[in-house]
């Protein structure tokens, strides 16, 4: 029973799936039901698997081509996987239980529950998976589902348009993944995680091959955990239902590119100029999506740049070989970034779909339970202790710290920005006047979906103590400078509330006006640029191609060439006997001299 335990786990959502598309697609209550249990009873399997000490599974052999290649359909329990499953399940649960209130008077209903589960079923499989092969399969099926997912809504344009965007920049980077998956395989002679760890010394003895396969490894991390410069499809993903964004952005999605690197670290941390481009790019993706933040006014938009940045430093973290501090901070981000979406989700329903916070206002004494809980997500986020975020953010900047020195810098300014953009957000949306006819009638959210908000806040407070403090942040002595990070971190995010309070308090408009941070650094005008002019180009060149080399030279030349040896033969066709026996008679006179005289 044991080993068949994660078996079940896995094909419990797909199982649901399959019910709701072929037995109960017209009848959204009854595929809701179907789904939510399901995903219920995910989490208690998954709590199970936690809580045994030795969990094996069965491993089937699918692919076996002696010696070449071995594939098995096999799965990893280890501490980080265990983790990994409570943490999805349990997260993905809650959404779940929310979407019944969310979504209870949606028509697409069952196909909705029907996405969801088989969202779930693609993530728990790159969670399992014991091998790339495995893992790039559930890869890729997290891309179709979050691609129907973002774009359930696909009658209005802006929805499909997002959903088109997170798939194409995702096969971006999930290019460079299976091209770095060939590298590994022609190199080791496997692709199972425990095999290719044992046979690295083939590998580190080139170290320009193994940064190479280390950093295309890193493209399929960058597309789905949304780094710069495949950062753009994340933001657009908010046009998909609240709940979507709350799962994609806390513990699936997004999250499977960090625990990807993490899993593979063996791979990664032999890579010396692999980290370094890792943790760069972390920082700026940071930094970048922090400043960004600053000035966006849809509330949705605003969590989806924290996301960003909240990634870049646990991409940093990876980068400066300290995978314990990015998972880490990932299981405090999933609770507190879950609740403030499903928070934004409450304000969006009870607002009419109202997402602008400059059309908010004074909510606080209208959605108690809502601030107050969406308040504890502020609070975690931004590294207020003693909540969770102060103390797995504080174990990235202490890396930071020993590590890279201008990194850290970079981390303790993006705090600062974090403190700014989040308290901005809380005044302008929950306090002052109320700026719109439904902001000053708001009223609280069914507690469908106020229960998940009040769940969520307890991990959202205490996931920094115990186990995961004493695991992930030991205290440093006392001649070491990382003690001095809680003083610089807290310093940072007190400096961010003042200057926000300082700026937005009772603020009908925002004073801050900057144009690129509005318009997001000009990235979509840029890709939009490349795309189109690339195209044109590219169709140019198609053209002349088929024109002068296809069709001139190709099809026209050849029928030009029959054509023109046709005539020819023609010339020697006259119908006459006498010439015929002239041109043999010239044939024959011809052979002699050749084969006699020559």
Known sequence: MTGALPWYLLLLPLISAVTILLVTRRSGGVSSIVSVGASVLGFIFSCLIFASPNTSALELTWID??????????????????????????????????????MRDDAGKARYFASLSFFMFSMLGIVLANNFVMMFIFWELVGVSSYLLIGHWFERDSAADAANKAFLTNRIGDFGFMLGILMIWAS???????EVADRMATITA???????????????????SAQFPLHVWLPDAMEGPTPISALIHAATMVAAGVYMLVRVSFLI????????????????????????????????????YSTLSQLGYMVMAVGLASGDAAMFHLFTHAFFKA?????????????????????????????????????????????????????????????????????????????????????????????????SEHAAHGKESPLVMTGPLLVLAIPALLA????????????????????????????????GVIAAFLLYRNREHDPISLGILRRRFYFDELYAWLIRNTQELLASISAFFDRWIIDVGGVRGASGATWGFGSLLRLVQVGNLQAYSFIFGL????????????
């Open 464 to 495: 920094g103590f115990g186990f995961f403090a004493k695991a992930f942040l030991p205290v440093p002595h006392a001649d070491d400078p990382r003690h001095l990070v809680p003083i610089f971190a807290t310093g940072a995010m007190l400096l």
């Open 587 to 598: 044939g024959i006179v011809g052979f002699i001299y050749f084969t006699v005289f020559r």
């Open 269 to 304: 941390q032999a890579a010396p100029v692999a980290l370094t481009v890792i943790a760069w790019i972390g920082g700026i993706t940071a930094l970048m999506a922090a400043l960004i933040a600053t000035q966006q006014n849809d509330i949705k938009r605003i969590l989806a």
């Open 65 to 102: 081509i002696k010696p070449l290649l071995h594939v098995p359909l096999g799965f990893v329990l280890d501490q980080l996987s265990k983790t990994m499953l409570v943490l999805v399940t349990g997260v993905g649960a809650l959404i779940h239980i929310y979407s019944l209130g969310y």
């Open 188 to 194: 080791t002679g496997s692709i199972v995680f425990h």
């Open 339 to 435: 609740l403030l979406f499903l928070g934004a989700g409450s304000i969006i329903v009870m607002l009419h779909h109202e997402q602008n916070i400059w059309k908010m206002g004074a909510l606080a004494g209208k959605l108690r339970i809502t601030f107050l809980t969406f308040l504890f997500g502020t609070l975690a986020l931004i590294g207020c202790p003693p909540f969770s975020g102060f103390f797995s953010k504080d174990a990235i900047l202490a890396v930071a710290l020993a590590r890279s020195t201008p990194l850290f810098a970079i981390a303790l300014f993006t705090a600062f920005l974090t403190a700014f953009y989040m308290l901005r957000l809380v005044l302008v949306v929950f306090f002052g006047k109320a700026r």
């Open 206 to 224: 080139h170290p320009g091959y193994l940064t190479a396969a280390a950093l295309l490894i890193f493209c399929g991390a960058a597309g789905k």
